[in-house]
């Protein structure tokens, strides 16, 4: 059985008064690309990024021209980045980006923006995984969203930058009738949980769009727009049931003595649970399987030729053994209470 990070259950009353899209593109790491171009930089830039961050952001920074430059995490069994002062003027960095990963806000955020307004050093917000988060927090940065897979709430792919200069911005090529056919297929292969074979049909045609629209700057279809809204209105609902989950399971593993959670903030959106394994990190992703756990971890979809991880100690010995499984609403309370169980009871 597989869960997605789908919230739009039959009958639900979405509000979505007051909830609006700004500047929308056909994806986050294009969001972030034409972010870093807004600063009008010189070409070859610094652009400080965390070791642990998805490919897309290593490719928006090369997109825009200029270069990453990777920090390490804070400490072992976190997954924030840790921007040290001394290293931002040793790497003579332009632009910080800030990834607020899992739903959660970078702890350490007004101290890097203070320091950054301190020293020169323009800032980015990369909260894709992160819509519905309280953006009064981020002062006025630039903002990214995605409305791709693995996000606060999945809707029909997507990116969104906000806090910015529209003016300087290109104007994005309208969609069409095939940007809307993709989009719908996405949003139905994630909405009805297409899973290994009957999923690939939607992955190679989308894989295959994509790839031929990487470099144009494209506005988002009606349907993305239409499922991009509502997913900020669930994102943003005040119900507690993704915290029930949540907790249910973050109760589980505090109970064991091989696991623990790893480093979360005191406010965020509860959509998944990341886990830190002490030991043999192989060894329970395989019980995991075995009990047909759902789960995925961030460093499998990493290239990590892409990335200079030589001054990143913390993170070559900690990225593989953070795990992650959805506490999304979607997912049956029975469902949650096995796999809590589950967790509990691993050795």
Excluded at 129 to 137: A, C, H, T, V
Excluded at 186 to 198: I, K, L, N, Q
Excluded at 306 to 330: A, G, H, W, Y
């Amino acid at each position: 059985m597989y869960y997605f990070p789908n919230p739009f259950i039959n009958n639900e009353a979405i509000d979505i008064r007051g909830i609006s899209l700004s500047y929308t593109v056909a994806s986050g790491k294009q969001a972030l690309s034409i972010a870093l171009k807004s600063f009008d930089l010189p070409a070859g830039s610094a652009v400080a990024i965390p070791a642990f961050c998805c490919n897309e952001v290593v490719g928006a920074v090369s997109d825009a021209g200029h270069f990453p430059v990777f920090f390490d995490l804070k400490e072992q069994g976190s997954y924030w980045a840790e921007y040290k002062e001394e290293r931002l003027r040793e790497e003579k960095i332009k632009v910080v980006i800030i990834t607020h990963l899992y739903g959660y806000l970078h702890p350490d955020t007004q101290r890097i923006a203070d320091s950054c307004a301190a020293h020169g050093i323009k800032l980015i917000h990369d909260a894709a995984q992160s819509y519905g988060i309280d953006e009064r927090l981020l002062m006025n940065a630039p903002l990214v969203y995605s409305f791709g897979p693995g996000k606060s709430t999945t809707a029909a792919r997507g990116g969104e930058l906000l806090n910015v200069n529209e003016d300087k911005l290109p104007v994005p090529a309208k969609a069409n009738r095939w940007d809307d056919m993709e989009a719908k297929a996405f949003f139905t292969a994630r909405t009805f949980g297409a899973v290994g074979d009957r999923l690939m049909p939607y992955k190679m045609k989308i894989a295959q769009y994509f790839r031929g629209k990487q470099h144009v700057i494209t506005g988002l279809s009606p349907f993305q727009k239409e499922k991009a809204i509502q997913a900020k209105a669930i994102a943003r609902n005040p119900d507690n049931d993704r915290k029930k989950r949540y907790n249910i399971l973050s109760a589980a593993i505090e109970s064991s003595a091989h696991i623990r959670k790893a480093d979360a903030a005191e406010r965020g959106l509860s959509f998944k649970i990341v886990i830190f394994v002490e030991k043999d990190t192989d060894k329970f992703t395989g019980y995991l399987k075995q009990h047909a756990v759902p789960y995925c971890r961030l460093a499998d979809s990493m290239n990590m030729t892409q990335r200079d991880v030589s001054k990143t100690p913390i993170f070559n010995e900690t990225f593989r053994k953070l795990i992650e499984i959805s506490t999304e609403r979607s997912i049956p309370m029975d469902e949650i209470n096995r796999i809590a169980t589950l967790l509990s009871e691993y050795k």
